[in-house]
């Protein structure tokens, strides 16, 4: 079945910088996307989702690039703010299902340092 | 701006106990999901939910969980005989379609004792 591997676990930058977060997913048959944040005692909420027909897509800080080649995507948050502060889950669908069957990677806690 | 409600916030229950984890789901929503997070790990997919019937469900979700829309509105979870294991933060999820979105709750937190 699909796994989602997601790196870094723990990533602290300083507010103004930008902060990467990689992951990779191992069906190529997944076709759906979805980047969540999740703030402290909330659910997981979607800032940017990306389809495999397309290889980049922006949303003001927050872009999102995917490599199918590779299986691989990646979220980018430019100038960051302390309120960028939570957990961020790249995630993938189940092949075949909608895009609410989704696979989770372990997900990414980001500090932003004021 | 409509959202996906779950009640109890927080639910205590005893090993062996059923219980009944509710969401109301965003109203024009067809499709529905439960997802389960253990304390410190990823986000799991237990089932999804359209027309009244499973749609695909994990290796989690066994025999011991069932869910259910018993009216219009409401969209449950129940786990027959909970074991400790079971604790986590459990999340409700719905989309309009199958190819878009899906909008969470802001999550039940299950401790069994």
């Known amino acids: 079945g699909e796994n989602v591997e997601q790196h870094p676990s723990t990533l602290s930058v300083q507010e103004g910088d930008s902060a990467v977060i990689k992951c990779t997913y191992s069906?190529?048959?997944?076709?759906?996307f979805p980047w969540y944040k999740q703030e402290l005692g909330k659910g997981p909420q979607l800032i940017i989702d990306?389809?495999?027909?397309?290889g980049e897509k922006k949303d003001q800080r927050i872009a999102v690039t995917l490599n199918k080649t590779a299986k691989h995507f990646s979220l980018h948050i430019t100038e960051t703010q302390p309120e960028d502060s939570a957990v961020y889950f790249c995630?993938?669908?189940?092949?075949?299902?909608?895009?609410?069957?989704?696979?989770f990677g372990k997900g990414t806690k980001l500090s932003v340092k004021p | 701006e409509p959202e996906v409600t779950q009640t109890p916030s927080h639910q205590v229950t005893q090993m062996g106990q059923e219980v009944i984890l509710r969401c109301v789901p965003i109203?024009?929503?067809?499709?529905f999901y439960w997802y389960r997070q253990i304390l410190g790990q990823k986000v799991e997919f237990l089932v999804s939910?359209?027309?009244?019937?499973?749609?695909?469900k994990s290796e989690i979700f066994d025999d011991q969980f069932s869910v259910e829309r018993p009216d219009g509105s409401n969209f449950t979870l129940k786990i027959r005989s909970t074991k400790l294991e079971d604790s986590a933060m459990y999340f409700c999820?719905?989309?309009?379609?199958?190819?878009?979105?899906?909008?969470f709750g802001q999550g039940t937190r299950l401790t069994v004792v």
């Open positions: 990306i389809r495999s027909n397309v």
């Open positions: 939910f359209y027309n009244n019937e499973i749609s695909e």
């Open positions: 995630a993938a669908t189940l092949p075949g299902g909608s895009q609410g069957n989704l696979i």
């Open positions: 999820a719905s989309s309009v379609m199958a190819n878009t979105e899906a909008f």
């Open positions: 109203s024009n929503h067809l499709y």
């Open positions: 069906d190529s048959a997944s076709n759906y």
